[in-house]
């Protein structure tokens, strides 16, 4: 997982609330098992509607209640393959917020006004370390957890934070070696 410490870019604007992850991710398209190749079906039936356009930028911007539906991974992957670093959006639905720290997508939650000044902004700074969104006229300061922060700060995914106890890992295995075979009894 790639370290993150700040995002700078244009922003896509997608205002609209309660997006799901199936609108984010069709259904018909959760047949990889690879996590990558999911962008080219970002909001899959959106797209087809006429004037729909949404840029491959850095950040998207968002209504309320992002991510709310079924807790399918495949969204923050499809998000992440289609080249989005971050999302910022009024709320987001709790499950899909998780999905996306775990893989290096950096969801933060900000008032309506802000969310709407960043999308007439046109780009926008997403500083992790100090918590803030700075754009062109303004900035908002956002809450995250601590342990997620440092996570993405270090890039470390679940793997990365198991290695980060490697020398403890290790002594316990050397405490539980034994010479010869090991046999068990029911």
């Not at 850095?58 to 992002?66: C, K, Q, R, T, W």
Request: charged share 20%; glycine share 10%; aromatic share 10%.
């Amino acid at each position: 997982m790639k370290a993150i410490e700040t995002i700078t870019g244009p922003v896509s604007v997608l205002m609209r609330d309660d997006i799901d992850t199936d609108q984010i991710m069709p259904k018909q398209f959760l047949k990889r098992v690879e996590r990558t190749g999911f962008g080219e079906f970002l909001f899959y039936d959106w797209a087809k509607e006429p004037g729909w356009e949404l840029p491959h930028n850095p950040i998207l911007v968002s209504g309320a209640n992002f991510g709310c539906g079924s807790s399918r991974e495949h969204a923050p992957w499809g998000l992440e393959d289609y080249g989005f670093q971050a999302i910022i959006a009024q709320s987001f639905a709790d499950i899909f917020y998780s999905n996306c720290t775990k893989i290096g997508l950096l969801p933060v939650p900000l008032p309506a006004a802000a969310c709407e000044a960043i999308a007439q902004a046109g780009s926008a700074q997403v500083d992790l370390a100090a918590q803030e969104v700075r754009w062109d006229g303004g900035s908002a300061s956002f809450e995250i957890d601590p342990e997620i922060k440092h996570r993405l700060l270090g890039g470390l995914d679940d793997v990365g934070m198991t290695l980060q106890q490697e020398d403890a890992i290790a002594a316990y295995e050397a405490t539980r070696e034994r010479p010869g075979p090991v046999t068990t009894t029911l």
